[in-house]
């Protein structure tokens, strides 16, 4: 990829398209004070967060016994803003203080440009309320956090770059332009780092909308997001249209990243690939729908983002009232809405190697990821092959809970091969060591393995930046996604998973996957091992125990039932790790010391009866409402060069020297892996 020169549209001497005037960060007062017309129904909700709500002692989860400061603030600026209330402008002042600029600088991996952005949201919106020496103290905080934390969050791949610095760090200039003579030259500074640097890694890691930092982009993104927002709206430099790759495809991947059915709160939950949580109502869930509208705004005139409108229209509020503010600057009732029709049915996202698929935009509709990509950022997971599937309830999940950074459940357990979707190799002699820096012992799972110590990384497993990532490749570029194709009936990807395992005990291990919609997938696995010894294991997370008896087992978790049969290899060994056995391996237990939400209940782990170098693992698995009680049994013909199932009226082959194959259903046959991946 050639790196685009830096020409740069801001520069300090172009400040003077800064408004002089405040409010300036999301518009003048006379814009506020029109969305305050047009959007009656926000400015009311957040007019009563801002006059009536009490802060709450302690924050609940659920945000059931109060207002966070942080909200009640901000709603307080925005009303005083709009209403030029001189009283509820002055109490927003006292909790920036009381909060934020009052108190020490935090220091370090915490989101001390998020304490920035607090103050300068708060100093923007009502301006001149402030005293002259509340502005004195306001510059010298801003600065403050910026000189005592200049080495943090050095890298782009990174959440922190996004959602702890640069998105209050940014605020603060805007908010402080013409006051001091610092802000001029710390705004260039960061406009020309996103531009050469940050939209570089965008690139890399996010072209398709995806992200390789996983769950932690419903963190950082409406945060950042809000930034860029600002930054048009002042400068007249807009970020999202720098980096289309990403900005214009974030909201469908984002919604694509949704799983099916509203939960608490009448909220979406986001899949979670690597660290995070997500399973019960946070406040990241109001941030990521807020910052799917405000893409959608920002792109009204796309037919494919007013088609994404459709589908966020199902959800008409944020989970938390206190969060209405956000509604009030960002849902915009003028955007254009058509139809969730219009939507594909798959999305697949280059950048990370994701492919998602739906059985249609219904509720009830049967989901799917795969994952198979590049290795980016220290939150990422050693996962690669992984899949989730979702139909009415989650039904194939993953392992364990994200407790600790380096903790012995996480290094041992959750962010291991162990804990996901994948293939295990065991060769008894492999080491793993240093993971996320952890010291102690670290166990053998079989799973794939990373140079954690590796000097090429300025944080624990991150790329640095594009240049770095690229100057060390051969340690980053750990898989490849092969083929992905959507034939309406099914979709097809095929992903090479086997340069994320240790060259000493694998070969190969390539994955494809057919989903015939609406609810069956053929997964086919070609593995082949140094050494015949090397015990090789294909996993299943279930999140409810299976009932049935191998080589037919079923999962039912609520309303949904995942039918799981074992087509190869004959007569496999199956093993259910559950209850006091979940967390165990290798004569080890790595239990969680918490847990949060749902869990995976059952690690099925299939082998082969006999040792050899190369084994073939093909599952058919049927997502199904819970009342179904059978479905079409798979049979398979096994020969020298190919392998065929047939399904009911489908025939699939894959070959067993390379991916690929094709699919006949009905009569009608097609070529598995015509199109490449990155050409819909």
Request: hydrophobic letters at 35%; aromatic letters at 12%; charged letters at 25%.
């Amino acid at each position: 990829m050639t790196k685009p020169a830096y020409n740069s549209i801001f520069s300090p001497l172009a400040t003077q398209q800064i408004p002089h005037e405040h409010p300036r960060l999301f518009g003048s007062r006379a814009k506020l004070q029109q969305f305050a017309r047009q959007r009656a129904e926000a400015y009311r909700r957040t007019s009563k967060v801002a006059r009536e709500m009490p802060i709450a002692d302690a924050i609940a989860p659920d945000f059931a016994t109060g207002l966070s400061p942080a909200n009640k603030m901000i709603s307080q600026a925005l009303i005083a803003a709009i209403d030029e209330d001189a009283k509820l402008a002055r109490e927003a002042i006292d909790l920036a203080f009381a909060h934020w600029i009052g108190k020490p600088i935090n220091i370090g991996h915490i989101p001390f440009g998020s304490d920035v952005a607090m103050g300068a949201l708060v100093y923007d919106l009502c301006h001149e309320h402030w005293t002259d020496d509340e502005r004195k103290k306001f510059h010298a905080y801003f600065f403050a956090n910026r000189d005592q934390n200049v080495d943090e969050e050095p890298s782009p791949f990174h959440d922190g770059w996004w959602g702890y610095k640069n998105w209050g760090l940014l605020l603060g200039c805007l908010a402080v332009m013409y006051e001091t003579e610092k802000e001029p030259f710390m705004l260039y500074g960061i406009d020309r780092e996103f531009r050469y640097v940050a939209a570089d890694c965008l690139r890399l890691a996010g072209t398709g909308g995806g992200y390789a930092e996983g769950f932690y982009v419903n963190y950082y993104l409406f945060e950042w997001l809000m930034a860029c927002m600002a930054m048009k709206e002042c400068t007249g430099a807009d970020y999202l249209e720098f980096v289309p790759e990403f900005y214009k495809q974030r909201a469908l991947a984002g919604i694509f990243e949704y799983y099916p059915t509203k939960r608490e709160h009448d909220t979406r939950r986001s899949i979670c690939v690597g660290d995070g949580r997500g399973r019960f109502y946070r406040s990241e869930r109001d941030r990521t729908l807020a910052a799917h509208r405000l893409l959608v705004g920002k792109f009204a005139k796309d037919p494919q983002h007013q088609a994404i409108n459709a589908f966020l229209h199902r959800q008409p509020h944020l989970g938390a009232f206190e969060n209405s503010w956000m509604e009030l600057l960002w849902f915009d009732p003028l955007v254009k809405k058509t139809t969730v029709e219009k939507l594909p049915l798959s999305h697949y996202s280059s950048g990370p190697g994701y492919v998602y698929a739906r059985s249609s935009w219904e509720e009830d509709a049967t989901y799917f990821f795969f994952k198979c990509g590049k290795r980016f950022t220290a939150h990422q997971h050693l996962d690669v092959g992984h899949f989730y599937i979702f139909k009415n309830s989650e039904l194939a999940g993953e392992g364990g809970h994200y407790v600790d950074w380096s903790g012995p459940h996480d290094i041992n357990y959750y962010l291991r091969t162990i804990a996901h979707n994948s293939v295990l190799i065991h060769d008894p002699k492999e080491k793993f060591t240093f993971i996320r820096g952890y010291t102690d012992e670290i166990a053998n799972d079989g799973g794939q393995k990373f140079p954690w110590p590796g000097t090429c990384f300025r944080h624990n497993g991150d790329g640095g930046d594009a240049d770095q990532w690229r100057r060390h490749r051969e340690l980053m570029d750990i898989a490849d996604m092969l083929a992905y194709e959507d034939k309406g009936t099914y979709m097809y990807c095929a992903g090479d998973c086997s340069r994320a395992y240790s060259k000493d005990k694998l070969e190969y291990f390539t994955r494809q996957i057919v989903f015939i919609r609406p609810g069956t997938f053929v997964i086919f696995d070609r593995v082949k091992s140094r050494q015949p010894s090397f015990q090789k294991t294909w996993v299943l997370h279930a999140m409810k125990p299976p009932t049935g008896k191998a080589p037919n087992l079923v999962v039912t978790n609520g309303t949904g039932k995942l039918h799981l049969q074992t087509v190869l290899p004959v007569k496999a060994e199956v093993k259910l790790n559950q209850g006091e056995g979940l967390y165990s391996y290798g004569g080890k237990n790595f239990p969680p010391r918490l847990k949060f939400g749902d869990e995976a209940e059952c690690r099925i782990e299939i082998s082969p009866a006999k040792p050899s170098k190369v084994d073939y693992f093909l599952h058919v698995l049927t997502a199904t409402d819970a009342g179904v009680e059978s479905v079409p049994q798979a049979v398979a013909k096994v020969a020298a060069d190919k392998i065929t199932v047939t399904l009911g009226n489908t025939t699939i082959s894959f070959p067993t020297a390379k991916v690929g194959g094709s699919i006949a259903i009905r009569g009608k046959k097609s070529t598995l892996g015509s199109v490449k991946p990155g050409k819909e």
